[in-house]
């Protein structure tokens, strides 16, 4: 049964950049049927999509954030991780990472990790 | 950019059923699919592909998607059902999520 455990620092200063880890369990991430992603969830904005990647390396981010966020893979460690720059206050939300799913133009998350409280603040 | 829009709020009584909707322009011709969230937890996903469910969830849940909405349907709601319930569909290489609906069971 695949798991997902995410990490990191919970508290990030302004203008820095936040870095989180996602480790995955019961399975591989070099799985040809599965994407990872990132997503984030805050009282304002709710649940907003940063970002997908596959083994390979290809990603697809949101445009509102592409400018600002890294997403890679390390498949010799069944990891993935998110990389979000330049942070503000706006950016403080529970991020969690996600086994995304892609068949027939359809996408959705069926396993998701526990999520990460991720505050800025100096 | 492509927008998902719910009602912020359904109430329901035990046993009944409960109707979520979830608006978007031509929403028919993507596959939108629902997560059900309980408080302090992740996100659990209850339907995709607009009407098909992940194994281990109960048949009372169910989706529909015609014209400009898509609906998660709970029939014969328990207690247990209460929780933020949100929409997703795929536009543009973009995954976009709806606004959240409580759903409160009274």
């Known amino acids: 049964q695949v798991q997902l455990q995410d990490s990191g620092p919970g508290l990030v200063k302004p203008s820095e950049t936040l870095s989180l880890t996602c480790t995955v369990s019961?399975?591989?991430?070099?799985?040809?049927?599965?994407?990872w992603g990132w997503i984030r969830q805050s009282p304002v904005k709710g649940l907003e999509w940063i970002g997908s990647i596959y083994y390979s390396g290809s990603t697809f981010y949101n445009p509102s954030l592409q400018s600002r966020v890294t997403i890679s893979v390390d498949t010799s460690k069944n990891q993935f991780s998110l990389k979000l720059s330049s942070v503000t206050a706006a950016d403080t939300a529970v991020y969690y990472c996600a086994r995304q799913v892609y068949s027939s133009s359809s996408v959705s998350f069926d396993i998701w990790g526990q999520g990460t409280m991720v505050t800025v603040s100096s | 950019s492509y927008e998902l829009t719910q009602p912020p709020s359904v109430f329901v009584s035990p046993g009944q059923t409960a109707n979520i909707t979830c608006f978007g322009d031509?929403?028919?011709?993507?596959?939108t699919c629902w997560y059900q969230q309980k408080a302090g937890q992740s996100p659990v996903l209850v339907i995709f592909?607009?009407?098909k469910r992940p194994s281990g969830i109960p048949e009372r849940f169910s989706g529909s998607n015609s014209g400009n909405t898509a609906t998660l349907t709970i029939s014969g709601t328990q207690a247990m059902d209460e929780a933020d319930y949100f929409c997703?569909?795929?536009?543009?290489?973009?995954?976009?999520f709806g606004t959240g609906t409580k759903v409160t069971v009274l």
């Open positions: 019961g399975g591989s991430i070099s799985s040809r049927t599965s994407y």
């Open positions: 592909q607009d009407t």
């Open positions: 031509k929403l028919e011709y993507k596959y």
């Open positions: 997703q569909a795929w536009d543009s290489n973009t995954v976009v």
